[in-house]
């Protein structure tokens, strides 16, 4: 049997935001999906990986992306 990791990143905002966040998660490794509702955007993020310490990775870059993404836009 095959281990697998996964780990979900949501957020929730602006939309414009919303879709620059979702073109950053769009690389190897991860599933991305923006929705919106009453003018909020959510975005779910799922990473996955065979190996905990390689999942880790994907979301420690991941999540250094998104804030930069993030911290550029205030």
Do not use: N
């Not at 095959?2 to 414009?16: F, K, P």
């Not at 993020?45 to 930069?68: F, P, T």
Request: aromatic share 2%.
């Amino acid at each position: 049997m095959v281990e697998s990791y996964t780990a979900t990143i949501q957020w929730s905002g602006d939309a414009a935001l919303g879709t620059v966040l979702l073109a950053a998660a769009s690389r190897p490794g991860c599933s991305a999906k923006l929705t919106e509702s009453d003018g909020v955007a959510e975005l779910k993020i799922v990473v996955e990986d065979s190996s905990i310490q390689s999942l880790r990775d994907r979301v420690d870059e991941l999540m250094v992306a998104l804030s930069d993404i993030e911290e550029s836009r205030q």
